[in-house]
């Protein structure tokens, strides 16, 4: 989670997961890269989450059904509660995942 340029300057002000802010930085403290580069760009991160977490969704549920045995409606529940827990991080690891994608790594832009 930090530029995707230098990869020294952080993508949001505040690294604590679950303080449950959105809050993002507008670009970069060491580079000045814009981190809201047009209106929108973050639509992509919205898909690119929905195929990363529905794949995790499928491996924790198939992981509690097959491995631990548990039963389905159950292991629903927990991924329910999972994912409730985590989505945040899961907000900025898409947005992360995102704009690495879309930007190219610079070691000498200062
Ligand atoms: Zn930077």
Redesign the pocket.
């Known amino acids: 989670m930090?530029?995707?340029?230098?990869?020294?300057?952080k993508l949001f002000p505040n690294q604590n997961m679950f303080d449950y802010s959105f809050k993002m930085n507008s670009s970069?403290?060491?580079?000045?890269?814009d981190f809201e580069r047009e209106p929108g760009f973050y639509y992509g991160a919205m898909f690119l989450s929905y195929v990363m977490f529905g794949i995790l969704s499928l491996i924790v549920v198939g992981t509690l059904i097959l491995l631990f045995k548990i039963e389905w409606r159950l292991a629903l529940v927990c991924l329910a509660f999972l994912l409730a827990l985590t989505f945040v991080l899961q907000f900025r690891l898409a947005r992360s995942v995102w704009i690495h994608l879309m930007v190219d790594f610079n070691p000498k832009?200062k």
């Not at 930090?2 to 300057?9: D, V």
């Open positions: 930090t530029c995707p340029a230098c990869r020294t300057g970069c403290s060491h580079c000045n890269e832009k």
